[in-house]
């Protein structure tokens, strides 16, 4: 099992910055990457940035160039520096784990409002 706990989203005018983190524990040995979700009300749960254990990241389209996955593998953590946020990024982010017998893993999300 593997537990993953959010923090780090709040409410935040258009144009500024954002940090979330996600601290895993539990059998970390059997993870291959991990990464960060967001649900908008309404809409469905979307990839925001993955990332492997060897340092892969891969962003969706609307978030490159100004989103940035990184992780710290001694302190299993796992960040996500959102710049120039937009309304349209607000949504609840939810940090995944997942294993190579392709189980995931969930946090329990954290709100995340871009609003003036």
């Known amino acids: 099992q593997v537990q993953l706990v959010e923090s780090g989203g709040g409410l935040v005018q258009p144009g500024g910055s954002l940090r979330l983190s996600c601290v895993a524990s539990?059998?970390?040995?059997?993870?291959?990457?991990m990464g960060w979700y967001r649900q908008a009300p309404g809409k469905q749960r979307e990839s925001v940035a993955t990332i492997t254990n060897s340092g892969t990241a891969n962003y969706a389209d609307s978030v490159k160039g100004r989103f940035t996955i990184s992780r710290d593998n001694a302190k299993n953590t796992v960040y996500l520096q959102m710049n120039s946020l937009k309304p349209e990024d607000t949504a609840v982010y939810y940090c995944?784990?997942?294993?190579?017998?392709?189980?995931?893993?969930w946090g329990q999300g954290t709100q995340v409002t871009v609003s003036s």
């Open positions: 539990g059998s970390m040995f059997s993870i291959y990457v």
């Open positions: 995944n784990a997942r294993n190579y017998a392709l189980n995931n893993y």
